[in-house]
C-alpha cells in the first residue's frame, strides 16, 4: 500500500511508490535489517525541560540515526485509580506529567526532515474527531507527509471521566472515529452521523499530505481489538519489555488473529505493518536493549521503537542511548 511517496506495508520504507523493495525480515550486511526509532522525552520532569531541549532531542536523535520518534497519551494519573496501569493497582508516577502528544510532535517535525513521527497511541475516544483529524492533518503536512498516527481506547476510567467521555463502549466509539477521521481525510464535503459524534455536510478543505489518507495503526493486546487491527488497521503497535520479556512467539500467536481477521475481510495481511514498542525498566542496561532489537529484528519484526522513560530523563543521557544503540 502507498501513504505519500512511501511504501506502507511490513517491508521497508521505499522512497518511489510502487518499487520493489527488500523485505523487512532480510539481513543487511550480514545482519537483521531494522528501522529502530526512540520515544520522545514526554513523560515525568521530561516534560518540564528547559525551551529547545525537545527540538534538540528530535534533531541530534534523527542525525545520530534515529528513523522514527514517537510520543504517548496520558491525561493524568489518579491519586486512587480505579484501574492501574499494565493490570496493576498504580500507575507510574512518570505519567502524573505529560507533554502534550500533538505539541510534542508538531516540535519535532519542525526540528527533524526525515524521521517517522508516530503515536502509541493516542485515545482515540477522548477526542471530537472534526478537531482530531485537523490536528493530525496539520502535523503531516507541516513534516512533509511523515506522520504514522496509533489509536488505542486506554485502560483508565479517570481519565475518561475528566475527558467527558463515557468508558463503556470503548471499542465502539472507537470504530466510529475512525469511520469519522477516514471521511475527513478523504471526502469534502463531508458529512458523518454516528451514535456519539455527527458532522453536518461541510467543507473541509485541509487534507493529510499522504494519500489516500493517513495510515491508521492500532494499539490491542485483546482477540477483539486485534480483529479489528486486520479488518481495518493499517499498522500494529505491540509493546515488549526489557529485560526478559521479548516473546517473539506470543507476537506471533497475536499476530495470526490479526492476519487471519485481514483473510476474512478480503485484506492482504501483508499490508499491515508492525511497530513494536520497547519498554526499557529501570536498571536495563544498553546491551539488554540491543538484544531486544536483535532478537525483535531476527523473528521478523524489524521495526521497533525504545522508550526510556523509566530510564532517563536528561535529554543528553537519552542522546547517549541513542548514539549507542544505532551504532
Same mark, same amino acid.
Given at each position: 500500500m502507498?501513504?505519500? !511517496?512511501?511504501?506502507? /506495508?511490513r $517491508?521497508? *520504507?521505499?522512497d518511489t511508490?510502487?518499487a ?5 525480515i532480510?539481513?543487511?550486511?550480514g545482519y537483521?535489517?531494522?528501522v ?6 514526554q513523560? %515525568?520532569s521530561?516534560?518540564?525541560?528547559a ?5 534538540? *532531542?528530535? #534533531?541530534?536523535?534523527?542525525?545520530l540515526g534515529a528513523? #522514527?520518534?514517537w510520543?504517548g497519551?496520558?491525561l493524568?494519573?489518579a491519586?486512587d485509580? =480505579?484501574v492501574? $496501569?499494565?493490570? %496493576?493497582?498504580?500507575?507510574p ?7 502534550d ?11 527533524? /526532515? =526525515?524521521?517517522?513521527l508516530?503515536s502509541s ?6 477526542? &471530537?474527531?472534526?478537531?482530531?483529524a485537523?490536528?493530525?492533518? /496539520? ?9 504514522t ?5 486506554g485502560?483508565?476510567?479517570?481519565? $475518561? ?7 463503556d ?7 466510529e472515529?475512525l469511520d ?6 478523504t471526502?469534502d464535503p ?7 459524534w455527527?458532522?453536518p455536510?461541510?467543507w473541509?478543505g485541509?487534507?493529510p ?5 493517513l495510515?491508521?495503526?492500532l494499539?490491542a *493486546?485483546t &482477540?477483539?481489538g486485534?480483529?479489528r ?6 499498522g500494529?503497535l505491540?509493546a515488549? *519489555?526489557? &529485560?526478559?520479556?521479548? #516473546?517473539i512467539?506470543a507476537?506471533?500467536?497475536q499476530?495470526?488473529?490479526?492476519d ?10 501483508? !499490508?499491515?505493518a =508492525?511497530?513494536?514498542?520497547? !519498554?526499557?525498566a &529501570?536498571?536495563? #542496561?544498553?546491551s539488554?536493549?540491543a538484544?531486544?532489537?536483535k532478537?525483535?529484528?531476527?523473528g521478523?519484526y524489524?521495526?521497533a521503537f525504545?522508550?526510556l522513560? $523509566? ?13 549507542k544503540?544505532?551504532?
Open positions: 502507498v501513504w505519500g !511517496n512511501r511504501v506502507f /506495508s $517491508y521497508l *520504507f521505499s511508490p510502487g520493489a523493495i527488500e523485505p523487512a532480510g539481513r543487511c550486511a537483521p535489517c531494522h529502530l526509532g526512540f520515544a520522545l522525552p513523560f %515525568g521530561a516534560a518540564f525541560a525551551g529547545g531541549e525537545l527540538a534538540r *532531542f528530535a #534533531s541530534t536523535a534523527e542525525q528513523q #522514527s520518534l510520543v497519551d496520558r493524568l494519573a491519586v485509580p =480505579t492501574g $496501569y499494565a493490570g %496493576g493497582d498504580t500507575i508516577e512518570q505519567f502524573r506529567a505529560c507533554l502528544p500533538f505539541t510534542a510532535l508538531a516540535v519535532a517535525a519542525a526540528a527533524t /526532515s =526525515t524521521a517517522r508516530g497511541v493516542f485515545v482515540a475516544p477522548w477526542y &471530537p474527531p472534526v478537531q482530531l485537523r490536528q493530525l492533518a /496539520s502535523i503531516d503536512a507541516v513534516s512533509g507527509g511523515r506522520l498516527p496509533g489509536f488505542g481506547i485502560w483508565s476510567p479517570e481519565e $475518561y471521566q475528566a475527558a467527558g467521555a463515557p468508558f463502549g470503548r471499542g465502539a466509539q472507537l470504530d472515529i469519522a477521521l477516514e471521511a475527513l481525510w471526502d463531508v458529512r458523518h452521523e454516528g451514535k456519539r455527527s458532522v455536510e461541510s473541509v485541509l487534507k499530505v499522504q494519500r489516500p489518507r495510515p491508521i495503526c494499539g *493486546f &482477540p477483539a486485534l480483529r487491527i486486520g479488518r481495518r488497521g493499517d500494529w505491540p515488549v *519489555f526489557v &529485560p526478559g520479556a521479548v #516473546s512467539d507476537l506471533r500467536a499476530r495470526r488473529v490479526i487471519a481477521a485481514a483473510e476474512a475481510a478480503g485484506r492482504d495481511p501483508a !499490508n499491515i =508492525t511497530h513494536v514498542r520497547i !519498554n526499557v &529501570p536498571g536495563s #542496561s544498553v539488554q536493549v538484544d531486544a532489537v532478537i525483535l529484528a531476527e521478523g524489524p521495526d525504545v522508550d522513560m $523509566y530510564v532517563e530523563t536528561d535529554v543528553d543521557a537519552v542522546l547517549g542511548w541513542v548514539e544503540l544505532v551504532a
